[in-house]
């Protein structure tokens, strides 16, 4: 069956500190894939996507996304997170004519 | 100013009263969509299209409607609500090609007592 999973409901970071989401899908081919987000009372916003070429590609908002054929995986990133980070994330794969999601991760941003 | 529009925000109905959400873009895109958001289960597609008088089934279809009788609107009915469809109701549009983002409205929270 085809699935997205985000393996972490909730994290927690400090301001400032690094930041790593998960994201794994299982799909017979190269699916597209998409970071979105979404800001309490927001519908979602596109932070980055991918479909083809370099595996680490560049978002807004300083995000970036690195992709792992061999282990299905697209974990998003962030070198340094500021408070204005907390949101829900979701991860979300593209193939046939739809698009499927993950259960999303809330992060929480402390100062 | 490019964006997909539903009304209403919020919407709080009984058992068996049938209601539409709305859905419209500006975009003159061809594909549009309805997802159901709820917690722990992410966003879940209920039907898209992907033209005029095109539309399909996503992963949660059953006790929804929808129809495209023009590019723009893309409505969502309920024609007989029960509790189990308590959510937030998001639609999106694209331009139809998968590497293309979907713009999202901003959501109904739906109540069904």
């Known amino acids: 069956a085809q699935s997205v999973t985000q393996p972490d409901i909730h994290i927690t970071v400090s301001e400032g500190a690094s930041l790593e989401l998960r994201c794994n899908y299982s799909?017979?081919?190269?699916?597209?894939l998409f970071w979105y987000v979404q800001s309490p009372g927001q519908g979602l916003q596109l932070l980055l996507k991918y479909f083809s070429g370099d595996t680490l590609v560049q978002g807004i908002k300083g995000f970036e996304a690195e992709f792992k054929r061999s282990q299905s995986s697209f974990n998003l990133r962030k070198p340094s997170v500021h408070w204005s980070d907390a949101a829900e994330y979701f991860c979300a794969v593209g193939t046939g004519n739809q698009f499927y999601f993950g259960t999303g991760t809330s992060l929480t941003v402390i100062p | 100013e490019a964006q997909v529009t539903q009304n209403p925000r919020y919407l709080i109905t009984v058992t068996g009263k049938k209601l539409t959400v709305t859905c419209s873009q500006n975009m003159n895109h061809e594909y549009m969509s309805w997802y159901r958001q709820d917690p722990g289960l992410g966003l879940r597609q209920i039907y898209y299209?992907?033209?005029?008088?095109?539309?399909d089934k996503g992963d949660v279809p059953e006790g929804y409607k929808v129809s495209r009788k023009e590019k723009r609107n893309f409505p969502l009915i309920l024609e007989s609500p029960s509790p189990n469809q308590t959510s937030l109701y998001f639609c999106?549009?694209?331009?139809?090609?998968?590497?293309?983002?979907?713009?999202f409205g901003s959501g109904t929270q739906l109540s069904v007592l």
């Open positions: 799909y017979g081919a190269t699916p597209y």
């Open positions: 999106a549009s694209s331009s139809g090609q998968l590497t293309e983002k979907l713009f």
């Open positions: 299209s992907m033209n005029v008088e095109v539309t």
